[in-house]
């Protein structure tokens, strides 16, 4: 069974960092596009990150470039999610993704597994 399980949520400051971390379990994701998704109360599911196998490829939307950076280590099935320079609008609860594909989208549909989420709240 594929189990996506996101930490390092938590309360901080503006213009503070976190660092998310997904752990993936149950089959090796290290051919696939995995991705960083966000909501907030009242708002749809929105795109934040993604990166392909070879972290040759990463997308961001452009409420987080710069700021945010992506990341994997295949070897330990294992994506990230770098916070820098956090804002208000931030606040949401954060969602790791996988797909059974290699190509990286930003559609929410188009990913096939996904996490419970880890709420960051950023204070200002």
């Known amino acids: 069974q594929v189990q996506l399980v996101e930490s390092g949520g938590g309360l901080v400051q503006a213009g503070g960092s976190l660092r998310l971390s997904c752990a993936a379990s149950?089959?090796?994701?290290?051919?696939?596009?995995m991705g960083w998704f966000r909501q907030a109360p009242g708002k749809e599911r929105e795109f934040v990150a993604a990166?392909?196998?070879?972290?040759?490829?990463?997308y961001y939307a452009d409420s987080v470039k710069g700021r945010f950076t992506i990341s994997r280590d295949n070897a330990k099935n294992m994506v990230y999610l770098q916070m820098n320079s956090l804002k208000p609008e931030d606040t949401a609860v954060y969602y790791c993704?996988?797909?059974?594909?290699?190509?990286?989208?930003?559609?929410?549909?188009?990913?096939?597994?996904w996490g419970q989420g880890t709420q960051v709240t950023v204070s200002s």
């Open positions: 993704a996988a797909r059974q594909r290699v190509a990286v989208v930003t559609m929410v549909n188009e990913y096939d597994y």
């Open positions: 149950g089959r090796t994701f290290s051919n696939n596009a």
């Open positions: 990166i392909n196998w070879s972290i040759a490829t990463r």
